[in-house]
């Protein structure tokens, strides 16, 4: 029972009751058990392939979750006996139990052997901001956090510091607070394979003169030691492999343009839109045609005399500004170089037979971009590595919408992941994929090419290949992790439940379930059918709400999973916080199915 004030003498009363488990749960537990009214291991592990679709399941696998069902039972309900068969509360715990059957593949499964073009890998940007991008102070704190939830590319902005005799790592031209270069390196080296084994990759923002370029390259060879891979030859015609790479550190480096970009800062203070604190759950990703019309919009505003066509491209504008004449130590040590080419985005975008290299886009360019020189973009990242960075004026580490860069095959689409928010919810699910190292390979489509030499067009609307059916069953868990406050003061929750796509343009949707009133437990048993054109980069969108009608709607747990990865039948689907951190109790108990 739980008591809730109303006004001032009254308290109103409501009722905990256990929700029971769903129709679908009671009628394959009636269709396992044959009427015996409890379920062993061999009619648990026919449920597994006929109704989990899990083909492989065995009586050893069937075996196992009935103990550890059976322990937990002992663990929670004391004195009880312990069964050795699982009678239809057991069933539906076993169900509901996210680390019994989790919604998604956790084993690396994919292909690691080809060349490091061939995925899209984890990518942070400014990986050493604790905050926003102005004034924040610069630690190895957000580096270990971001390598602890799999994260392959950390960047490095590195400048001399006050006394010009060492290095430090701060965000130029701006308030930011520095933080030694070694201390950065020396936390990379012990976290560096915490969460996977695949490799990771620095990327250097270097504004160093040629002796501190030397003494980089003599701190990153005494810290990184056996760790360390770099090619023989100065150019690579085709990247290694992340398999080949197992447990090692690479770098990458060029001069950089994006802090260029932050005009307003120098010429006045940060904008007040800027500034705001997202909402509760971060705002909407924007669509394809919303992208665009910023885009233009944006560079109007940061350069009000730019009349030149959108195929003018000056990748490094800073370049002339910087030593040529780097340290040899320093160049030898550079994996993935990046090339410098000055003109026309098209001749940036040539594929030269004889040399893979790596080239940055800020998001608006990328935009622009995609819109007139999409099949390039395509074909560049066939071979070389397409890098996509937040724009300057994203001061309070906010994101931007990935699958542009996805779509168009790039490989690094950057990320503050300091920050919070929808899109960082989007970049954490893409990453569940293929075990969660932190390198998911790219789809076929995108490294396909034809007989006169046609790519892939995603401006090209695309049949349904795949329909996904989602019903969302019921909640639980916050009761544990919440105060009986929490979302109203007067009475228990009222929660609903967003289901949606989230992947090319004509994938991407939302729909919601009816709101479930003064529940803690709220049963909605709905059901939702995405129809699916590009099925192999798309995202499920999952996100609860507890309905306010006098204020905004309060934010009760998201995740967002790969549809590709989704594993068939009934699921526990764990939620995550603003920051894309674990609930300890929270989840939902969904059925997915692929028709």
């Known amino acids: 029972m739980g008591s809730y004030k109303c006004c001032i003498c009254f308290t109103r009363k409501f009722r905990w009751k256990e929700a029971q488990p769903p129709e679908d749960v009671k009628a394959a537990f009636t269709a396992c058990a044959e009427g015996a009214g409890q379920v062993g291991p061999e009619q648990l592990r026919r449920f597994l392939v006929e109704w989990q679709k899990e083909t492989d399941a065995t009586a050893v696998d069937a075996e196992r979750i009935v103990e550890q069902v059976r322990q937990l039972r002992q663990k929670h309900v004391l004195g009880r006996v312990a069964r050795p068969l699982l009678n239809l509360e057991d069933f539906h715990h076993f169900l509901f139990s996210d680390e019994l059957n989790p919604p998604v593949r956790s084993q690396i499964h994919q292909d690691m052997k080809a060349p490091l073009s061939h995925y899209y890998v984890y990518t942070g940007h400014n990986s050493y901001l604790t905050g926003n991008q102005l004034s924040s102070d610069c630690s190895d704190v957000p580096i270990i956090k971001a390598l602890q939830r799999g994260v392959r590319v950390i960047e490095l902005d590195i400048w001399p510091n006050s006394t010009k005799d060492n290095i430090d790592v701060l965000h130029g031209r701006t308030l930011t607070s520095p933080v030694e270069l070694i201390k950065c390196l020396k936390s990379i080296k012990e976290y560096a394979f915490a969460a996977s084994e695949y490799p990771v990759i620095i990327t250097l923002e270097d504004h160093l003169t040629p002796d501190l370029q030397a003494k980089v390259a003599e701190l990153v060879t005494q810290t990184f030691g056996d760790m360390l891979y770099y090619p023989d030859c100065e150019t690579l015609e085709e990247f290694p492999s992340p398999e080949s790479l197992k447990r090692r550190v690479i770098l990458s480096t060029k001069p950089p343009k994006e802090y260029l970009e932050s005009k307003s800062f120098k010429n006045g203070s940060l904008n007040a839109k800027d500034s705001n604190e997202e909402e509760a759950w971060g705002k909407e990703i924007p669509d394809f045609k919303t992208e665009i019309d910023e885009s233009v919009k944006s560079d109007a505003d940061l350069n009000d005399n730019d009349d030149e066509d959108a195929d003018d491209f000056d990748e490094d504008d800073e370049d002339q500004k910087l030593p040529q004449n780097a340290a040899p130590e320093y160049k030898r040590l550079i994996t993935i170089r990046a090339g410098k080419p000055k003109g026309h985005l098209k001749d940036s975008l040539k594929v030269d037979p004889d040399k893979v290299r790596r080239l940055s886009l800020s998001e608006q360019e990328l935009v622009k971009a995609s819109v007139s020189h999409g099949a390039e973009l395509v074909r560049f990242t066939q071979k070389n590595l397409l890098r996509i ?191 894309g951190n674990k609930y300890n109790s929270v989840k939902l108990l969904m059925r997915f199915e692929f028709i």
């Not at 994938?507 to 129809?531: C, L, N, Q």
């Not at 999952?542 to 309905?547: A, F, K, L, Q, S």
């Open 389 to 579: 960075y937040p724009k300057g004026t994203r001061f309070n580490s906010s994101n931007y919408n990935p699958f542009i860069g996805w779509m168009h095959g790039a490989q690094m689409v950057a990320f503050n992941m300091q920050g919070y928010g929808r899109s960082l919810w989007l970049m954490h699910g893409f990453y569940r994929a293929n075990g969660g190292c932190g390198y998911v390979k790219k789809p076929d489509f995108l490294m396909w090419t034809g007989p006169h030499g046609e790519v892939f067009d995603p401006k090209v609307k695309l049949p349904v290949k795949k329909t996904l059916k989602v019903k969302v069953y019921m909640g639980d868990g916050w009761r544990i992790d919440f105060k009986q406050t929490h979302f109203d003061a007067y009475s228990p929750p009222d929660f609903y439940t967003k289901v949606g796509i989230a992947g090319v343009p004509a994938d991407s949707i939302m729909k919601k379930t009816r709101t479930i009133e003064d529940d803690w437990t709220p049963v909605w048993s709905e059901e939702f059918i995405f129809p699916l054109t590009v099925p192999e980069i798309a995202l499920l969108r999952v996100e609860v709400h507890e309905y306010d009608m006098s204020e905004k709607d309060d934010f009760g747990g998201q995740t967002c999973l790969p549809v590709s990865e989704l594993r068939p039948g009934i699921r526990a689907v764990p939620l995550f916080d603003r920051k």
